[in-house]
């Protein structure tokens, strides 16, 4: 089944008195391209975030955004560098006795010495191994979830995709009806105009009349075009079906088709058919349009 190139996942969680948190989005590309964001101290794990990603996402562009915050108030221990404090103090007093200082040292005026309070807090790569753990589930649960969506929109993807080529296949139809009509209406048309023009028809050269029609039957003859079409048309739904991803085969044999509606229109001098090309064309531009989104 197809996979649509869309889709988004997140997940979660917390460990060591951090909390990670994983964003994954993907949009159309022609390749696979997958850009990783994260913190520079887990800089180390992007290659491995990228194999994990192209095990399962074999086309389209994947942004990877990682975010590591420290809990609050987690695993946070206060300190007063007490010989400090009394170093201060004592310096204090002695300047004050000296030089007949009449400030005191204040509260705000300690807290305003670096190294006074000491704020100790987990490093996170002190407990490497079980944040690497953490950030690798995190990655799969999103990248799990981003599938899914893939998976989901390639299944609209197909549903819509099955009614536009049914509708190709019906104008198809219609255009195997008319094709044989063709060089009957044109030889039909080509004698009224003849008679019309000879006022005796005695002078009418039925050879060069017959070779008039026999060149016009092989210039409109469509018949390998929409043997041609009809071959894509059966190409195109088993690749509906493959397992594989299939958006640039897809892509190719659209074109294919285009190429030879394009050449049915240019080689069939009739009205009928010109409608039915353009009613093709139009459905094929969506079909195009749907195909740019599939893996």
Known sequence: MIHSMTGFGQAGGTACGFHVL?????VNHRYCEIMVRMPREWAALEERFKKSIQSLVKRGRVDVFVTVEREVDASRTVEVNWPLVDG?????????????FQDTLSLKDLL????????????????SDEMEDLLMKCLQDALNQLIEMRETEGKHLFIDLEERIT????????MMRTAPRVVEEYRDK???????????????????????VALMADRSNIEE??????????????????????????DFLIQEMNREVNTIGSKANHSGLAAKVIEMKAEMEKIREQVQNIE
């Open 22 to 26: 994983i964003d994954l989005k993907s």
């Open 112 to 127: 305003s010495v670096p190294e006074v309070i000491r704020i100790d807090e987990n490093d996170p790569e002190d407990s």
């Open 88 to 100: 201060l103090l004592k310096a204090a007093e002695q300047l004050s006795a000296r030089y007949s």
């Open 225 to 250: 075009e929409l043997t041609r079409l009809r071959s894509h048309f059966r190409q195109f739904r088993q690749l509906l079906l493959a397992a594989d991803p299939v958006g640039r085969k897809l």
């Open 167 to 174: 509708v190709l296949e019906s104008l198809y139809e219609d």
């Open 190 to 212: 080509l004698m009224h105009r003849i008679r019309d023009v000879l006022a005796d028809s005695a002078a009418f050269d039925e050879t060069r009349f017959a070779m008039e």
